[in-house]
């Protein structure tokens, strides 16, 4: 079964940092696009941050130089969080998409997500 899962959320005070990872079973991620999203209570789902390719990193704009989105190995992605602010409160998701012309095994698929609480 291929599945994917978020792991290192919590509660931390404002100002302060997590590293979340995401681990892929059943398959490796290889090229595919590979986002971590959030989505607060009563809001919409938000891209955080995407790696493309062999490198190529995009990041929201709240999250611009606090954020860092990385590929630990062939099976693990991390987000590490610095600088953590009320706001970036949310259940996190890891999500894969194929993405021509990349190469990726699964069409796509989502985590179940990892709750991230930030207090003042």
């Known amino acids: 079964e291929v599945q994917l899962v978020e792991s290192g959320g919590g509660s931390v005070q404002a100002g302060g940092s997590l590293r979340l990872s995401c681990t892929a079973s059943?398959?490796?991620?290889?090229?595919?696009?590979r986002d971590w999203y959030r989505q607060a209570p009563g809001k919409e789902r938000e891209l955080v941050a995407r790696f493309i390719g062999g490198g190529t990193t995009i990041y929201g704009d709240s999250v611009k130089g606090r954020f860092t989105i990385s590929q630990d190995n062939a099976y693990t992605l991390s987000l590490l969080m610095n600088s953590l602010q009320t706001e970036d409160t949310a259940l996190y998701f890891c999500a894969v998409h194929r993405m021509s012309p990349y190469y990726c095994p699964i069409d796509q698929l989502w985590g179940q997500g990892t709750q991230v609480t930030v207090s003042s």
């Open positions: 059943g398959f490796a991620f290889g090229f595919c696009r």
